[in-house]
T-cell receptor, first 115, second 113 residues
Framework: DAGVIQSPRHEVTEMGQEVTLRCKPI?????LFWYRQTMMRGLELLIY????????DSGMPEDRFSAKMPNASFSTLKIQPSEPRDSAVYFC?????????????FGPGTRLLVL | KQEVTQIPAALSVPEGENLVLNCSFT??????LQWFRQDPGKGLTSLLL?????REQTSGRLNASLDKSSGRSTLYIAASQPGDSATYLC????????????FGAGTQVVVTP
């Protein structure tokens, strides 16, 4: 298995532009998580999907952030409009919820820089 | 409020010494406790997972213990090597968290040759 796939790996954009991050979870996994990691705040959970349905989006910073999971093999995280404070590494992770050894498998992350 | 704390924040040891990393958690409704490794510029890699019914897990030079009564987990790395240099994060999964992991801030480890 290729693991969790994220694209792009790096993104540099200007303030006000729309940014779309993409994630392909591990085949067969039923849960998908979007995290943001910064030096100041560490690893923060933004939103969590189970069976393609958003379960908890309480970590989404504000209305500029939105996430979708149209099918079991694809999810997007969109920031519109982007701001410099959104600069961070965004990770996607997937897991098989309910498994006895339930753990999350992380993608390599997308490094976002908003100028 | 569920909190996970890791002390120390950073640790430097000479090669060959044993590493001891500490993790404290406040939510007693623990389902499992997980340890991850993160290399600079990379994602997280799962190292060990301890179920709430277990007291420890071992994988090679790594051993993780779990003490639910005191709310603590410890990761031991025997005979450290420069390749063990990374940030180690612990995370708690509780029975009522709908699969959400609560992460600690991590311990940055440097093993000097």
């Amino acid at each position: 298995d290729a693991g969790v796939i994220q694209s792009p790996r790096h993104e540099v954009t200007e303030m006000g532009q729309e940014v779309t991050l993409r994630c392909k979870p591990i085949s067969g996994h039923n849960s998908l998580f979007w995290y943001r990691q910064t030096m100041m705040r560490g690893l923060e959970l933004l939103i969590y999907f189970n069976n393609n349905v958003p379960i908890d989006d309480s970590g989404m910073p504000e209305d500029r952030f939105s996430a979708k999971m149209p099918n079991a093999s694809f999810s997007t995280l969109k920031i519109q409009p982007s701001e410099p404070r959104d600069s961070a590494v965004y990770f996607c992770a997937s897991s098989l919820q309910g498994a006895s050894q339930e753990t999350q498998y992380f993608g390599p992350g997308t490094r976002l820089l908003v100028l | 409020k569920q909190e996970v704390t890791q002390i120390p924040a950073a640790l430097s040891v000479p090669e060959g010494e044993n590493l001891v990393l500490n993790c404290s958690f406040t939510d007693s409704a623990i389902y499992n406790l997980q340890w991850f490794r993160q290399d600079p510029g990379k994602g997280l890699t799962s190292l060990l997972l301890i179920q709430s019914s277990q007291r420890e897990q071992t994988s090679g030079r790594l051993n993780a213990s779990l003490d639910k009564s005191s709310g603590r987990s410890t990761l031991y790395i025997a005979a450290s090597q420069p390749g063990d240099s990374a940030t180690y994060l612990c995370a708690e999964l509780t029975t009522d968290s709908w699969g959400k992991l609560q992460f600690g801030a991590g311990t940055q480890v440097v093993v000097t040759p």
